[in-house]
């Protein structure tokens, strides 16, 4: 899998920026990913538009799903 340089130099800068504008986010990922990722855990995702329309969702972390998140941060530390 090639990756155009360009892109992810805009990635990693808009990343930067997310990171600014949202400061709590990145530890929030860091606390789930140390404490809470087990077989079992549920997550929980709501999302609700300027309109006020909300969106939910939720799923049970399986040991497939687990060995994926797992897979993710090797990934991520190479």
Do not use: C, W, Y
């Not at 990635?11 to 709590?24: A, N, T, V």
């Not at 789930?32 to 999302?47: D, H, L, P, S, W």
């Not at 538009?49 to 991520?76: C, F, H, Q, V, Y």
């Amino acid at each position: 899998m090639n990756m155009n340089p360009m892109l992810l130099m805009q990635l990693q800068q808009r990343l930067s920026q997310f990171q600014q504008d949202h400061p709590k986010v990145m530890p929030f990922f860091q606390a789930v990913g140390n404490n809470a990722v087990q077989e079992g855990t549920v997550f929980a995702i709501k999302v609700t538009t300027p309109d006020g329309k909300t969106l939910e969702s939720n799923i049970r972390l399986t040991a497939n799903d687990i060995e994926t998140i797992n897979m993710m941060k090797n990934a991520n530390n190479q």
